[in-house]
């Protein structure tokens, strides 16, 4: 298996650990917390948690796309798409680096779930860009800077061209 469970995580967590860092390393695991879920669920956005948002899906996804490839070999449109992703968390380095903000760590392989087949991995890719989609549209009904705008919508439109090509690559199943 390529990463460990929450639970043997959370497991190995109480051995290692305080039991108020263990509650907070629980909500850190929280599937409301982290990405395009997290963001969707977070009501009162500041511009460093759009950021923290947007560079944790994209690693996210990048995360997703590099594990089906190193599970089920060379396939499209994963192989195209995944290099795409690092460059959407360049994209979002840059902008963390701009406004003086400390760039997060990827914590992506703790919220990656295996998959048993390619088209299990296209249902489960297609949610995720249906996600990122929504949390850019969300970043973008708010009042940011030119330069991010321009940044997040970029980020949706590469995410649409993504989904687009996961939904044509699940036709064939």
Avoid: W
Wanted: aromatic share 8%.
């Amino acid at each position: 298996e390529m990463i460990e469970s929450s639970s043997e995580h959370d497991e190995s967590m109480m051995e290692d650990s305080e039991e108020s860092d263990m509650e907070e390393d629980e909500s850190n695991d929280a599937p409301y917390s982290y990405g395009a879920v997290g963001a969707m669920a977070d009501d009162d956005l500041t511009m460093e948690e759009m950021f923290t948002y947007a560079i944790q899906d994209e690693h996210l996804a990048h995360g997703e796309y590099a594990y089906v490839l190193e599970t089920f070999g060379d396939q499209a449109p994963f192989n195209n798409i995944v290099s795409a992703e690092a460059q959407h968390i360049s994209e979002m380095t840059v902008l963390f680096e701009k406004y003086d903000l400390a760039v997060p760590a990827d914590e992506s392989a703790d919220h990656l779930h295996p998959v048993a087949d390619i088209k299990e991995a296209l249902d489960a890719c297609v949610a995720g860009e249906v996600d990122n989609i929504a949390m850019y549209n969300k970043f973008l009904e708010q009042d940011i800077p030119d330069d991010v705008r321009a940044t997040f919508t970029a980020l949706r439109n590469a995410s649409e061209g993504h989904l687009q090509s996961f939904r044509k690559s699940l036709e064939k199943y």
